[in-house]
């Protein structure tokens, strides 16, 4: 008979140093102060107030110290981030420290993949195992041979005699073909993505940044450009996804996606794409006299822009998945338009399962064939 046994439940010791946890948590303020270590620390220090997160043995100062001793804070800025200056600001080191983390915390309970690049579904002469085999054929690798079993057909139809080795015996194992890809991802920054009383520039980071870091650790031929649009659209590097903030700006995806077609038309990879993350409307255009602005509703000039542009990413392959990561209904109409006219896709998510949509659609977007 089958039952239960229960016993007192004892919690995991953290065996973390105190500077690693505090290391965690100091990166977390960092993402969202954008690099601006002093208010980083001013909150650090709150934090340690009401939640005892130090002692005597090791106080916040011992691990401001740390900090600068391991090379994670250095004195002043080299002058190309938001975050530095005349005070102290973050290092490189922890710049891929932000990133990595990032990935850590979206990717982290995700199975982990074989090395290599993506695979396209389409059986030929790549090295991505499917774990089917096929008998040899004229033409394949001698490493696609799988002599285990080819061995053992051989010892079948030896049937105890002497031993030998046939082609008809050679099994081969089937691999897939893997693609490249070249990946665009817009983020928007309009001054929306931190109204409302809800901060949505803050996951878009944290995305970004371990998205950058997954495609670099796990598919290094694969290419990852960031724009940023607001009233303009820019590109930035993936160094400078820690110090990005929102500005006074209205929404200009028309400039976003033509700054997109034009670096990935520069790509040399069939496989091409752009993610787009927004909470609103497009409501302005770059015109020969400075901006068009619309906020109030959908205006059929800025709406239409957009529509031509998704249709002509469709013809040259370049499908959009737009992540629209705020709820109102009267946009819902305009990005199934956007949807229909690219034949890409739209997602509507909360900011908490951001990672893991634009996650699980980059794997299965790098399946199809280059």
């Not at 420290?97 to 199975?111: C, D, T, V, Y």
């Amino acid at each position: 008979m089958q039952g239960f046994l229960f016993r007192e439940y004892i919690p995991e010791l953290d065996k973390r140093s105190p500077f690693e946890r505090l290391l965690e948590i100091f990166l977390e303020l960092i993402t969202y102060t954008s690099g601006d270590v002093d208010e980083a620390l001013d909150w650090l220090r709150e934090l340690d107030k009401e939640h005892k997160l130090t002692n005597d043995d090791y106080t916040i100062d011992d691990f401001i110290e740390d900090l600068f001793a391991k090379g994670y804070l250095q004195q002043g800025g080299d002058g190309e981030g938001e975050g530095s200056g005349g005070g102290n600001s973050i290092s490189a080191k922890t710049e891929q420290a932000l990133r990595k983390n990032a990935m850590e915390q979206i990717f982290g309970k995700m199975k982990k993949s074989t090395t290599g690049g993506h695979r396209t579904g389409q059986a030929g002469s790549g090295d991505e195992p499917t774990g089917d085999r096929r008998p040899f054929q004229f033409g394949d690798r001698a490493d696609q041979i799988d002599f285990t079993d080819s061995i053992r057909n051989a010892q079948i139809r030896s049937a105890g005699g002497e031993f030998s080795l046939y082609e008809q015996d050679l099994e081969i194992r089937e691999t897939e073909q893997k693609a490249s890809a070249s990946t665009v991802l817009m983020i928007d920054i309009s001054h929306s993505m931190i109204l409302y009383g809800e901060d949505r520039i803050t996951p878009a980071k944290k995305v970004s940044m371990a998205l950058a870091e997954y495609i670099s650790t796990r598919y290094p031929k694969d290419t990852l450009d960031i724009i940023v649009f607001g009233n303009d659209a820019w590109q930035i590097s993936v160094k400078d996804l820690p110090y990005l903030k929102v500005g006074p700006y209205h929404t200009n995806t028309v400039a976003g996606l033509q700054l997109a077609m034009d670096l990935l038309r520069r790509r040399k990879n069939n496989n091409k794409q752009i993610f787009m993350i927004t909470d609103g409307k497009p409501s302005c255009l770059k015109t020969k006299d400075g901006y068009y602005k619309n906020s109030f509703g959908l205006d059929p000039v800025i709406v239409n822009k957009c529509l031509n542009l998704a249709s002509e990413c469709r013809k040259i392959n370049i499908p959009i998945t737009t992540f629209m990561i705020a709820q109102d209904p009267y946009l819902q109409q305009f990005v199934e338009e956007f949807t229909e006219a690219n034949n890409g896709k739209a997602i509507y998510t909360g900011l908490g399962g951001l990672g893991e949509w634009i996650f699980s659609d980059y794997e299965r977007n790098r399946k199809r064939k280059g």
